[in-house]
């Protein structure tokens, strides 16, 4: 019999794999999480974008508030002429004023602009909680990345452990053979297909390294760690989870999605965006004050000249060319709304496959932990054959083979389970709430 192929390439697909020999740094899942959400520059950009929301909503609710304008001029006159052009001739000559003060302060309150300054405020306001859900959504998504990253490694390093683990007793085995084939009592054959496991494992052992090399620099680099530091997973924290609260259908995403939340903001948006675009169908009212302060030197000074009334603007043409706003503002909303319903689709085709996968995770991991006591018995049998001269060399590395396979794939399951836990909390809208928001 040929030692299969197939198994040592799966070795290989699942390993992503480990580095050996060198100091590790221990990190629990959920410090990466959050050491990701203080650190990443996807959520610092999130977080920004919400603080440049708040600004614009604070300027435009500045909008409600009067406007007040001081200004002030002081000129130089070079020989002003002045004729009062009366018919009463003066006696005395006009004086001849050199300079001039102007000082004015005015005050605009708007009273009714067609209820647009209110409005405006409530758009500026959902776009402000929008970015603000957006920001959340941003936080799951790098969470997300984070567990895929961290379950990878762990399934690297534990297929490591265990290649290194066969190694060994590869090694162990050439050794006999040996000293087996040196008395006659196998054939060369034999110790060459001892020694080709050795090194067909060994390939897998370098091909995991390298894997895990790449593993271990996507994780640091997205948690702004030093590249050099070699990431561990201690196991016992990794495993610490009951996933026995798991969702069981789309109602809990579409009432805590932020992304879904995000696009209701958006919508809301859209509605108070209409009502701002008529506006421009009304008139403007507005309460005007001022005072006036003037001194043209040597010959007139005016003070205490207050000013206040009502102000009434119509822009009588804008009741033509407003409607293209209003009817771009309704398809702005209508946008928002399909794409609210596209979402909302999507979400529960994610939820769906994430349910199934979930439970095809612990289904899998239930058939390789029976594959592995199976596998364990094989051995066990072959090796005891093998040792009574009942079985022959290849049977022996076909059943360590298979034995390592199994090993690897029930460590791998386990992992595989809590990874699909995360992902369906994740497209549940639930994901941050399993990690302690107040310590980040």
Do not use: C
């Not at 060198?22 to 650190?39: I, P």
């Not at 053979?177 to 297909?193: A, Q, S, T």
């Not at 070699?230 to 992304?259: W, Y």
């Not at 102000?311 to 309704?330: P, Q, T």
């Amino acid at each position: 019999m040929k030692i299969s192929q197939l198994m040592l390439f799966g070795i290989f697909f699942i390993g992503i794999s480990s580095i050996e020999a060198q100091e590790k740094t221990s990190l629990t899942l959920d410090e990466a999480v959050k050491l990701a959400w203080e650190k990443s520059n996807e959520v610092t950009l999130a977080n920004t974008k919400v603080n440049s929301k708040k600004y614009e909503l604070q300027n435009v609710k500045n909008n409600q508030y009067p406007d007040i304008k001081i200004a002030g001029q002081y000129q130089r006159l070079t020989k002003a002429s002045i004729d009062m052009h009366n018919d009463e001739a003066s006696a005395e000559p006009m004086p001849a004023p050199n300079q001039v003060l102007f000082g004015q302060a005015t005050l605009s309150l708007p009273i009714f602009s067609g209820f647009k300054i209110q409005n405006s405020i409530n758009a500026y306001d959902n776009l402000y909680e929008a970015e603000t859900a957006s920001a959340a959504k941003t936080k799951e998504d790098v969470a997300l990345r984070v567990i895929t990253y961290y379950t990878a490694l762990y399934k690297a390093q534990k297929t490591l452990d265990l290649l290194n683990e066969n190694q060994k007793q590869a090694k162990q085995r050439v050794t006999d053979f040996k000293e087996l084939e040196k008395n006659g009592i196998i054939p060369r054959n034999d110790l060459l297909k001892a020694q080709l496991l050795v090194s067909k494992t060994q390939l897998s052992i370098d091909e995991a390294n390298n894997n895990l090399n790449n593993i271990n620099f996507y994780l640091t680099t997205l948690l702004k760690l030093d590249p050099t530091v070699k990431l561990q997973v201690n196991e016992s924290d990794f495993f610490n989870l009951k996933t026995n609260n798991a969702p069981t259908s789309d109602a809990m995403a579409l009432e805590n999605r932020k992304d879904l939340e995000a696009i209701r903001f958006q919508q809301k948006a859209s509605q108070a965006n209409i009502k701002v675009a008529r506006s421009g169908y009304y008139p403007t009212l507005a309460l005007l004050g001022g005072y006036t302060a003037f001194d043209l030197k040597d010959f007139i000074t005016v003070k205490y000249a207050m000013n206040f009334g009502v102000g009434l603007s119509y822009d009588l043409s804008g009741i033509l060319k407003n409607s293209a706003s209003v009817k771009a503002a309704e398809s702005k909303a209508l946008e928002v709304k399909n794409t609210e319903a596209i979402m909302t689709d999507r979400i529960k085709v994610e939820v769906q496959k994430s349910i199934e996968d979930y439970d095809l995770a612990i289904n899998q991991s239930v058939v390789y932990d029976e594959a592995l006591q199976q596998a364990e018995e094989n051995y066990r049998l072959v090796k005891d054959k093998f040792d009574n001269g009942l079985s022959d060399t290849n049977d022996l590395v076909e059943a360590d083979v298979e034995h390592l396979s199994a090993k690897i794939n029930t460590a791998v399951s386990k992992a595989t389970i809590i990874q699909k836990y995360y992902e369906l909390l994740s497209v549940s809208g639930q994901l941050s709430q399993s990690f302690n928001l107040s310590k980040i």
